[in-house]
């Protein structure tokens, strides 16, 4: 059992959210499945431009035809790949009502990013794909790099200045703003190293809550010291 930040005085209000893998009953959703979780492994492994509709029909055990009756080409089953993680990575609503607790707020928004992080198949394909994506752009995205990062960065340094009683945006906040989502991203991105490293850290659906709870409470210690910088200038 862990031990509580005595910084994080709040009950958590929102739960872990489940992940619910894609299944249905019906012969067409299974095949469609299939293909978006074959597209996934091969997007991933080869990128977009070298992958080819053939193997991930092959390898998905659909007609070769499979992704133009369920897609429409290449293209659109790439873009549809990314549609799960643009909805994840886009901070909860909670942060910008303004009766939310800086506590509140930064336990919503890590348990928001972390939803995913146990997810050993598909999470660990779906991260390369993203740095494949922010390495070899594919052109197909309506998000730009800079725009996958601007979702979640312009929303939690508007909760973050409301917080700290800020006017206008500076440098320091920013850091502040990358700092917090860097936290969470070492996991979501090298899940791989940190269970070589530390394990027992993130195994299960429990460890998680805890590694999310620390993760919280170490941000708003961040936040404290910023705010007590700035009193100190």
Known sequence: MYTRCPLFLIRKQLPMVS??????????????????RTALKVFASKG?????TREICQRAGVNVAGIHYYFGDK???????????????RPPIILDEADTSLEAGLDAWYRHIMTFVLD?????????LFLREQVDPSGLLDVDRVGIIGLYHAQLVRFLKRHLRIEESDSALNQLAFTLVGMAMVFYVERAAIRQLTPGLMESEEDLEAVVERMACHALAAVEAERLRRTSL
């Open 19 to 36: 992940r619910q893998p894609m299944e249905d009953s019906t012969e067409a959703v299974d095949a469609r499945t299939r293909i978006l």
């Open 48 to 52: 977009y431009a070298q992958a080819s």
């Open 75 to 89: 293209a659109s089953l790439y873009q549809e790949l990314f549609q799960i993680p643009e909805r994840m990575i």
């Open 120 to 128: 050993a198949d598909s999470g660990s394909h779906m991260r390369l």
